[in-house]
T-cell receptor, first 112, second 109 residues
Framework: DGGITQSPKYLFRKEGQNVTLSCEQN?????MYWYRQDPGQGLRLIYYSQIVNDFQKGDIAEGYSVSREKKESFPLTVTSAQKNPTAFYLCASTPDRLDTQYFGPGTRLTVL | GQQVMQIPQYQHVQEGEDFTTYCNSSTTLSNIQWYKQRPGGHPVFLIQ?????EVKKQKRLTFQFGEAKKNSSLHITATQTTDVGTYFCAGLRGGKLIFGQGTELSVKP
């Protein structure tokens, strides 16, 4: 069953802790993306990667880091430098950067 | 910064009424995509418009792309309770997809 998986669905962390969100796809897509969704603000791009071992900052990259060691995987680390990390995080992939995006189910992160 | 404005932010309708959401960009877009996000879910692709003045239909949904490729609209005829959710437009500009803020639609049966 092809698609994008994100885990976990809900995540709770204490303030000051780094946390890594998982994103895996078996669609053989080249490009992968991380978005943050806050109520009433739509989706904002954090990082994106068009090929393995390469990634670029999006509009709100501060306090986040990513890696793309494998085509299938694009994990996002929310660091303690992110001032307001509580949000819904969505991972997406596309066959190429100009194509439509396939979204994962999302991870809802709450920092206590 | 780069923005795609979408209005209204919320729309409450009675079942059977029509619904329209509008998307506007200050600069020309290569294409525009529309997504639907059900409550508690993730965005799901609906359609992509590429050509100036393009109109596409999916059953009760009609999508338009403006002549100048700076604006777009989604119109739903005779809404049903299954239409509830947030509708996002996303404009492709400079190789990046810029999402509007979304319009949250609620339908009263």
């Amino acid at each position: 069953d092809g698609g994008i998986t994100q885990s976990p669905k809900y995540l709770f962390r204490k303030e000051g802790q780094n946390v890594t969100l998982s994103c895996e796809q078996n669609l053989n897509h080249d490009a992968m993306y991380w978005y943050r969704q806050d109520p009433g603000q739509g989706l904002r791009l954090i990082y994106y990667s068009q090929i393995v071992n390469d990634f670029q900052k999006g509009d709100i990259a501060e306090g986040y880091s990513v890696s793309r060691e494998k085509k299938e995987s694009f994990p996002l680390t929310v660091t303690s430098a992110q001032k307001n990390p509580t949000a819904f995080y969505l991972c997406a992939s596309t066959p190429d950067r100009l194509d439509t995006q396939y979204f994962g189910p999302g991870t809802r992160l709450t920092v206590l | 910064g780069q923005q795609v404005m979408q209005i209204p932010q919320y729309q409450h309708v009675q079942e059977g009424e029509d619904f329209t959401t509008y998307c506007n960009s200050s600069t020309t877009l290569s294409n525009i995509q529309w997504y639907k996000q059900r409550p508690g879910g993730h965005p799901v692709f609906l359609i992509q418009l590429v050509k100036s003045g393009e109109v596409k239909k999916q059953k009760r949904l009609t999508f338009q792309f403006g002549e100048a490729k700076k604006n777009s609209s989604l119109h739903i005829t005779a809404t049903q309770t299954t239409d509830v959710g947030t509708y996002f437009c996303a404009g492709l500009r400079g190789g990046k997809l810029i999402f509007g803020q979304g319009t949250e639609l609620s339908v009263k049966p």
